[in-house]
């Protein structure tokens, strides 16, 4: 089964918006990242965050986690039609040496 | 610097068939692992090869079958393909030790019909 789950499941939004996806977790973690796939190709990696982070930046990426709620989410700021595409958070367990996914958010945004 | 190849880039088989799917790492990586993704799921850990040997494998039947070559590219193998084994099969590179450089293939879409 995934080690994780994503809400929402699909997420439509103006160009210029912000976009606001959330990812919960079943174990304790190592680290946790997000991809991002375009017309079920390859997996991008956009941003890791690690279990003694709180929040991090990266460009228009905005992550957080909380442990205690073995949660996280990924913020786009201003938003491209170029974002359109389906996001995943993916987590390393403690102890593990690889990635398990979450379900996905797809998201679209509309010029 | 090339990232991770896949090949073929499509394939389509018939049940009971069998599959071999191919993955060059991205260069200065020695761990791989492969991936199942179904139409609109996220991916499903396989196995992951290191040092020429399976280190870790998820839950998928004994059908799923790998190889490491010296060289580092990876083999993964279906036997027996089921109308269910249809999906986008992902590979991804890493370096042993670090969890934080994953570089995935374009993938391979096998269809089985």
């Known amino acids: 089964s995934q080690q994780g789950e994503e809400d929402p499941q699909a997420l439509s939004i103006q160009e210029g918006e912000n976009a606001t996806m959330n990812c919960s977790y079943k174990t304790s973690i190592n680290n946790l990242q997000w991809y991002r796939q375009n017309s079920g190709r390859g997996l991008v990696h956009l941003i890791l965050?690690?279990?003694?982070?709180r929040e991090k930046h990266s460009g228009r990426l905005r992550v957080t986690l909380d442990t205690s709620k073995k949660s996280s989410s990924l913020l786009i700021t201003a938003s491209r039609a170029a974002d359109t595409a389906s996001y995943f958070c993916?987590?390393?367990?403690?102890?593990?040496?690889?990635?398990?996914f979450g379900t996905g958010t797809r998201l679209t945004v509309i010029p | 610097d090339a990232g991770v190849t896949q090949s073929p880039t499509h394939l389509i088989k018939t049940r009971g068939q069998q599959v071999t799917l191919r993955c060059s790492p991205k260069?200065?990586?020695?761990?791989v692992s492969w991936y199942q993704q179904a139409l609109g799921q996220g991916p499903q850990f396989i196995f992951q090869y290191y040092e020429e040997e399976e280190r870790q494998r998820g839950n998928f039947p004994d059908r799923f079958s790998g190889h490491q070559f010296p060289n580092y590219s990876s083999e993964l193998n279906v036997n027996a393909l089921l109308l269910g084994d249809s999906a986008l099969y992902l590979c991804a590179s890493s370096l042993n030790g670090h969890f934080y450089g994953y570089t995935f293939g374009s993938g391979t879409r096998l269809t089985v019909v």
């Open positions: 260069s200065g990586h020695d761990t």
């Open positions: 993916a987590t390393v367990p403690t102890g593990a040496n690889n990635l398990f």
């Open positions: 965050i690690r279990s003694n982070e």
